[in-house]
């Protein structure tokens, strides 16, 4: 029986995780210890954490496995160069001397930081290098529920590989199609990240966020998909892609795109970040999603045409739209689909450790039927005592109510949303990977019409256009969505039922923007996009029985069982970890009132606080 973890590092989304006889144990990001967001940092915090969680020492682990191959990255890197020469000499002269001096003595640099952690001997553990994508295979298929699997990756880069299709049969894991670096859907849209003004590798969920807000009836979206398919990008029936390198610079350049050649074609130029949002804009960022979407669904075609499998895994950072999910979910290709929770390259420290203990250690892969998969609702970092709560609280000379019953602290949180009141929901273990799931969550009233400028302008300090999800029931969603499945993690996107709908204006798509987010579109405003969608939480009894409570309390009271659930933090600041975390963002924000695990902190009860705009210090706007 093996015990390994898994890291990944040294690019964005630092993390580590640790399996112990074929059981995910534990998983965390590193920034939410460091406090640093997508830092790429070594993770000390997140192995030490692992390490303590199961009581493991660095020599009592059979493997450490790294989530890719950095001497493959390198030949990539090094063919690209020589591809593309002379152009590229800046970008080559800035990112060789990283390489030799870091990258290519990865192994070395990986034992010395381990030394920081812990003494260990040397020759007794194997460091390990499965290449990004079958990491990324590995995080998705292993935890699934499913024996047998279509496994579909798609994201920037890992070493060539830009998306694979594999199969997943009991322990193994085979690769059957691949498509290689310069042509890549991740760095399409990473591009468009970019030509509309956000950070790429942080800012694509705003792109995202942005799409629902193009007008559907304007001449622009027909005619912005056609330009991006007649210049930049050849869909392949099988979804595979080619992409014009004329138009582009990520391959050898500092930047993503040729700017000028981008403000020929659209006819207009980059925006600022930051700068005022148009309604072109809107449009771009539509059609780019609906792009996207055409070549996600015909890759899962060609992954099922493959396979012939009914059950679909998908994982990287791609498998994070979900907007695209859910319409690869209506076209009902495959039965079954289950997105690993953690796509990115966080997930890829979990999917190294699974795929090194199932395939180079031959564990025998057992799925628990009582389970919808090996996740454990993603809540897999630390949590916190009640002397750790109480500890903080005397630092920070808070003043709190504890509570003896849970069942009324739920039920007295739960009159205070239904009041329109703001709350930061602090329980048990944080989640892995990017989306607060009720464990580190901001809830409010999602019936409350002003509840997302609320959120946006007062608690998050960030752009009034960003949207936010609802958590809902999983046996209720039903009555508020149209859709068939589960989504515990988050990462579907679904039409809001018909009957929760309001009549529009027959102008509604010639509105200004802003004009549009603030019309009443339906009795749950708040989590309604402006094209009648919602990211859904379905909120399982089994998984989260606090948070399935405080949900089932709010029903009891309104009638509704729903509330509007967005990650714990303020912008550009990783969503919070310790209960010193949470106190600070609760008193740097217009927060009502906190709850971590049975303490209750009331903002009008508490002391003057000093650092109240510290935060825009300490954390870089995303």
């Known amino acids: 029986m093996s015990k390994i973890i898994g890291i990944s590092c040294f690019y964005h989304d630092a993390a580590a995780a640790i399996i112990v006889d074929g ?101 007794k553990i194997k460091l390990l290098f499965p290449e990004h994508h079958l990491s990324h295979a590995g995080s998705a298929y292993y935890p699934s529920a499913f024996e047998e699997a279509a496994i579909l990756t798609i994201d920037g880069v890992g070493e060539w590989t830009t998306a694979s299709i594999c199969h997943g049969k009991n322990n193994r894991i085979d690769l059957l199609k691949e498509l290689k670096f310069p042509h890549s859907v991740g760095l399409l849209y990473s591009a468009f990240t970019y030509y509309l003004g956000f950070a790429v590798n942080s800012g694509e969920y ?62 207009f130029p980059r925006r600022a970040p930051e700068s005022e949002l148009m309604q072109h804009h809107c449009n ?85 039927k009582t389970l919808p998969d090996a996740m454990q609702g993603s809540y897999l970092g630390p949590d916190y005592s009640a002397k750790e709560i109480e500890t903080m609280a005397k630092k920070m000379k808070a003043k709190y109510q504890l509570n003896d019953s849970f069942q009324n602290l739920a039920r007295h949180t739960a009159q205070l949303i239904a009041e329109g009141n703001v709350i930061g929901w602090f329980q048990g273990r944080i989640e892995f990977g990017p989306r607060s799931l009720g464990n580190r969550s901001i809830l409010g009233d999602a019936r409350n019409a002003e509840m997302q400028k609320k959120l946006n302008l007062k608690i998050k300090y960030r752009e009034g256009f960003r949207p936010f999800a609802p958590s809902v029931l999983e046996e209720d969603c039903e009555k508020y969505f149209d859709i068939k499945s589960n989504s515990p993690y988050m990462l579907l996107i679904a039409p809001v039922s018909e009957s929760r709908r309001k009549i529009l204006p027959p102008n509604f798509n010639q509105l200004d923007l802003w004009e549009r987010l603030y019309t009443e579109r339906s009795n749950i405003q708040s989590v309604t996009h402006l094209d009648f969608s919602a990211r859904i ?73 000093e650092e109240k705009d510290k935060w825009k210090e300490e954390f870089k706007l995303d």
């Open 23 to 123: 059981k995910i144990e534990a998983a965390v990001q590193e920034e939410r210890f460091t406090r640093k967001k997508h830092t790429p940092d070594f993770p000390h915090n997140a192995i030490q954490y692992c390490l303590e969680h199961t009581g493991l020492t660095l020599n009592e682990l059979d493997a450490i496995v790294f989530y890719d191959k950095p001497l493959l990255k390198f030949e990539r890197l090094l063919e690209t160069y020589y591809a593309f020469a002379p152009k590229g000499l800046i970008s080559f002269l800035t990112a060789i001397p990283v390489w030799v001096k870091e990258k290519l003595f990865l192994k070395k640099m990986i034992y010395e930081e381990l030394k920081k952690i812990g003494d260990y001997d040397k020759k």
């Open 206 to 267: 705003k792109l995202m966020g942005l799409a629902p807000y193009g007008n559907p009836e304007s001449e622009d979206i027909k005619k912005y998909t056609g330009l991006i398919k007649q210049f930049l990008v050849d869909i392949k029936p099988d979804g595979s892609i080619w992409l014009n390198q004329k138009y582009f610079n990520y391959a050898t350049g500092l930047r993503m795109i040729k700017e000028d050649k981008w403000t020929t074609i659209f006819g």
């Open 284 to 368: 771009m960022a539509l059609a780019i999603q609906l792009v996207t979407e055409e070549i996600v669904i015909k890759m899962a075609r060609e992954a099922k045409r493959l396979t012939g499998s009914k059950n679909l895994c998908m994982a990287g950072g791609v498998a994070l739209n979900c907007v695209a999910n859910g319409k690869l979910l209506k076209e009902e290709i495959f039965e079954n689909i289950f997105i690993q929770p953690a796509a990115g390259d966080a997930g890829g420290a979990l999917g190294a450790a699974l795929a090194v203990a199932y395939m180079y250690f031959e564990e025998e892969r057992v799925i628990d």
């Open 537 to 609: 939480q379905t909120v399982s009894k089994q998984t989260n029985p606090r948070y399935w409570e405080l949900i089932h309390a709010f029903k009891d009271i309104t009638g509704d069982g729903l509330v509007v659930n967005t990650s714990f933090n303020v912008r550009g600041e990783p969503p919070v970890c310790s209960p010193e975390d949470a106190y600070r963002c609760f008193m740097r924000t217009e927060m009502d009132y906190l709850v971590i695990g049975d303490y209750f902190f009331a903002k009008n009860e508490q002391p003057q606080f």
